[in-house]
């Protein structure tokens, strides 16, 4: 119940190209769903956040999909640029419940020239 | 401006050493976190200060000692530690411990070598 499934593990796309990642939970007490970055030797940066009532957030390039209904959501990278090749990870929180963060088991994306 | 500050960055200790790792913010956040994050892995969760008082534990071996002297500092004591505690310890902080929306921020981390 306190999953959430990320997948895929890896990713490889193309310079300009649409990076997509998906993620799945059980858990309907999850009302706020963030997306971190991870570059190589640094910490998990906040990318974007949604909460459960909204279906799409954009903020530049990024874009969080959520489907409520399905338990699913996504993050669309529009026009991947190297600079993008990190470590995605998706998370959900009950934010009723310590602030918990349950982390999907990250993506590795590389975008190639 | 988002910032935990973490130090030191990098730590290198024998399995008989005590040494601290620090996290420094100054945002006026109320709750604050030690992640442990192992390679390729993601971060879990060990403790969740609030309020400066520890409300979360989760089931961390006592030679990890975490202490939160006020409200901008965090310290993760440790002693007689293994090998396999080698690992990338992350603080985190956000404005309150619960609450919809409430962003976590995480600092840059400190890297542990246990030897």
């Known amino acids: 119940q306190q999953q959430v499934k990320q997948s895929p593990q890896s990713l490889i796309v193309q310079k300009g190209g649409i990076s997509i990642i998906n993620c799945a939970y059980e858990?309907?007490?999850?009302?706020?769903f963030p997306w971190y970055q991870q570059f190589p030797g640094k910490g998990p940066a906040l990318l974007i956040a949604?909460?459960?009532?909204?279906s799409e957030k954009k903020e530049g390039r990024f874009t969080i999909s959520f489907n409520k209904s399905a338990k699913q959501f996504s993050l669309h990278i529009m026009d991947s640029q190297p600079g993008d090749s990190a470590t995605y990870f998706c998370?959900?929180?009950?934010?009723?419940?310590?602030?918990?963060?349950?982390f999907g088991t990250g993506t590795q994306l590389k975008v190639e020239l | 401006d988002t910032e935990v500050t973490q130090t030191p960055k990098h730590l290198v200790m024998g399995m008989t050493n005590k040494k601290s790792l620090k996290c420094e913010q100054h945002?006026?956040?109320?709750?604050m976190y030690w992640y442990k994050q192992k390679a390729k892995k993601p971060p879990e969760l060990m403790f969740v200060?609030?309020?400066?008082?520890?409300?979360i534990n989760e089931s961390v071996p006592s030679r990890f000692s975490p202490e939160c002297p006020n409200s901008s500092l965090l310290n993760l004591h440790l002693h007689a530690l293994q090998p396999e505690d080698s690992a990338l310890y992350l603080c985190?902080?956000?404005?309150?411990?619960?609450?919809?929306?409430?962003?976590?921020?995480f600092g840059e981390g400190s890297w542990l070598t246990v030897v």
């Open positions: 200060y609030s309020y400066e008082k520890l409300s």
């Open positions: 949604i909460r459960p009532d909204v």
């Open positions: 858990n309907t007490a999850f009302d706020y």
């Open positions: 998370a959900a929180l009950m934010t009723g419940g310590g602030n918990k963060l349950t």
């Open positions: 945002m006026g956040h109320r709750a």
């Open positions: 985190a902080s956000s404005q309150e411990p619960t609450g919809i929306g409430n962003t976590i921020y």
